[in-house]
């Protein structure tokens, strides 16, 4: 791990609480949808290392409609 936080894929405030754990003061940049996602959660996709102990959190809205698999096994899309 070298120090850095690993914590792509967790939502976002777990991800600032283990980056205020290792002393990382980190900056947020959420992408938006093109279209409504309603109900999703913000999901960290990439941490980037700007200066020592200082980071940015790039966010995106989890899509809970898509993906997944039914009861069948069949991916959903």
Request: proline share 3%; hydrophobic share 35%.
């Amino acid at each position: 791990m070298g120090g850095f936080p690993d914590i792509t894929g967790f939502t976002l405030d777990e991800a600032i609480k283990r980056c205020k754990k290792l002393g990382f003061e980190v900056d947020i940049f959420i992408t938006r949808p093109d279209k409504e996602v309603s109900g999703g959660k913000l999901r960290v996709v990439r941490f980037k290392v700007v200066s020592e102990k200082k980071g940015v959190l790039t966010v995106v809205f989890e899509n809970t409609k898509k993906g997944g698999k039914s009861k069948d096994g069949i991916q959903n899309n």
